[in-house]
């Protein structure tokens, strides 16, 4: 009866998933990953096997939620204190794919915790963020790094940005459901393109994240439109040149000195490593940042594809590390 049960899922989990993706996935990702796309592939296709990591609300939360996650086998996904991990910034893995449930938004109460994929913090934590330092979340939708940002460090001014409409709503109700009323006074949301920003901004700000629009190869491969998903493919090739420009418009936003942290959720290189290399072909005063002892730091808990670049890594879904797929490059406006 069992296996009955499990055949039966499976075959409605394989109905999910969209074979135009899949098949365009296939092509690229095993030129580009190798044998390592076997491995990437069945985890991207099997839900049943993703983690989820809880991101713990230090605004909101009671000592017994962390009692009450140690009881479900969750760990802390860090032990200590380093630079670009504060002791403020508390989130909890677990070794399997359970899941903590999700907590209805309510008008005047904070959330105590956020679920999220644990290495979209990664991008985060590479900025380093400081008490009073200004910064600018340029695609900010839904949230969940503003959040993450907020607790890390207490900034002096924090911009919120994200163009699309529908988004901009998630983001405000994300906000309004972790961020006490006195903090909320030193962020900003705004409905910019985020390719003019910079003009609109000129070197305003310390830090910049840059977490950009993507081919999303965890939802593409479960598009319920298989026409919507081909056109979605065709147009992919248009997402570096709009990478590029929203990363330009970053660079015109982050004063001399400044910090700029870029992002992706998807393992292709086309979106990833090459439009970093275009950025650092195009300018003379932005240079990498050597993050290969962070990616050390976090290699107990996620998968790195190998890379020959300093200034990057790619996190890759594998077995019992169910993580990502997550991109993350660190540049430095120098004076």
């Known amino acids: 009866m069992l296996s009955r049960l499990k055949t039966k899922s499976e075959g409605k989990l394989?109905?999910?998933?969209?074979?135009v993706v899949l098949d365009h996935?296939?092509?690229?990702?095993?030129?580009?990953?190798?044998d390592s796309w076997n491995t990437v592939r069945d985890i991207l296709i099997s839900p049943a096997l993703w983690q989820h990591a809880v991101l713990v609300n230090r605004f909101s939360y009671p000592s017994a939620l962390?009692?009450?996650?140690?009881?479900?086998?969750?760990?802390?996904?860090?032990e200590g204190s380093f630079s670009y991990h504060p002791k403020s910034m508390k989130c909890y893995l677990?070794?399997?794919?359970?899941?903590?449930?999700?907590?209805?938004?309510?008008?005047?109460?904070?959330?105590k915790y956020y679920l999220l994929n644990a290495t979209s913090l990664l991008p985060v934590l590479a900025l380093e963020l400081?008490?009073?330092e200004e910064v600018l979340d340029l695609c900010a939708a839904p949230g969940g790094k503003s959040i993450a940002l907020l607790q890390c460090a207490y900034p002096g001014y924090l911009h919120c940005n994200e163009y699309d409409s529908l988004r901009l709503r998630w983001l405000r109700q994300t906000l309004e459901s972790f961020?006490?009323?006195?903090?909320?006074?030193?962020?900003?949301?705004s409905e910019l393109d985020g390719r003019e920003l910079g003009h609109a901004q000129p070197e305003a700000f310390d830090k910049v994240l840059v977490d950009a629009p993507c081919s999303n190869d965890r939802s593409w491969l479960f598009?319920?439109?298989?026409?919507?998903?081909?056109?979605?493919?065709?147009?992919?090739?248009?997402?570096?040149?709009?990478?590029?420009?929203?990363?330009?418009?970053?660079?015109?936003?982050?004063?001399?000195g400044g910090i700029l942290v870029y992002s992706t959720c998807t393992l292709s290189k086309a979106e990833n490593q090459d439009v970093i290399s275009e950025i650092l072909n195009s300018y003379c005063n932005i240079v990498p940042v050597d993050i290969r002892e962070m990616a050390r730091t976090y290699a107990q808990h996620f998968t790195f594809a190998p890379t020959e670049h300093e200034y990057g890594f790619l996190v890759i879904p594998d077995r019992g590390k169910?993580?990502?797929p997550m991109y993350v490059a660190k540049l430095k406006k120098i004076k």
């Not at 394989?14 to 074979?19: E, F, G, M, R, V």
């Not at 677990?94 to 959330?111: A, D, F, V």
């Open 14 to 19: 394989a109905k999910q998933i969209c074979k």
């Open 25 to 34: 996935f296939e092509k690229q990702y095993s030129k580009e990953l190798g």
């Open 66 to 78: 962390e009692e009450e996650l140690h009881l479900k086998g969750y760990y802390p996904l860090i």
């Open 94 to 111: 677990s070794r399997t794919p359970s899941r903590m449930p999700s907590e209805r938004h309510q008008i005047g109460n904070l959330k």
């Open 130 to 132: 400081k008490d009073g």
């Open 179 to 189: 961020i006490p009323q006195p903090l909320i006074n030193v962020i900003k949301v």
């Open 223 to 256: 598009s319920s439109d298989s026409q919507k998903a081909a056109y979605r493919i065709y147009q992919r090739k248009n997402l570096p040149l709009l990478q590029i420009e929203l990363l330009r418009s970053a660079i015109r936003a982050l004063r001399p």
């Open 322 to 324: 169910a993580w990502g």
